[in-house]
């Protein structure tokens, strides 16, 4: 069963006046997850498919950038009901923050 891709974005309504939306950043974020693959199950080998929602979310956190170059969301309150994938979405967003402060040198806490 072929996953429903998002056809157009629009940026999130929680975004400051001066910050913009950058279509690279949102791009990278959701191509780095994308071309990652289930390791273990009837889903092993196969890439990771973003749906819709989980899309959107991925897009709003990485892509929004205050006008001093840093992602203007840092904190990301996300309510999504059962059976929704949500610990997919949940597993892709740390696995970035992650990577994110590797390459930062950040320090941070979960």
Known sequence: MAMRKQKKYKPAKFKAKDSKYDKNAADYAVNFIECLCHTKG???????????WQEEII?????TIKPNGFRQFNTAYIEI????????????LMRMARLVMWWTKAQWMI
């Open 42 to 52: 009837t889903w092993a080998g196969k890439p990771f498919e973003l749906i819709d």
């Open 81 to 92: 009901p059962k059976k929704m994938r949500k610990q997919l979405v949940t597993w892709f």
């Open 59 to 63: 897009r709003d956190i990485f892509g």
